[in-house]
């Protein structure tokens, strides 16, 4: 078995999966599929775009 690198993904591809995530027209495992992540890194990321979207609109506050 092949020990895989360690990646690193830009801001722009975290986003655009957990907004696909939240728009629930795929499943986890299709979406895991298509953007070559793990589901449970997509389920972190869709609830850090949950916990900080007040933030983009408050002004962090």
Do not use: C, N
């Not at 655009?16 to 495992?29: F, M, N, R, Y």
């Not at 895991?32 to 793990?38: L, N, P, R, S």
């Amino acid at each position: 078995m092949t020990k895989r690198s360690r990646r690193t993904h830009s801001a722009g591809l975290k986003a655009k999966v957990a907004l696909a995530a939240l728009k629930g027209e795929k499943t986890l495992a299709e979406l895991a599929q298509q953007y070559d992540v793990h589901p449970s890194q997509i389920t972190a990321w869709k609830q850090q775009l949950v916990e900080h979207a007040a933030d983009l609109f408050g002004g962090g506050k």
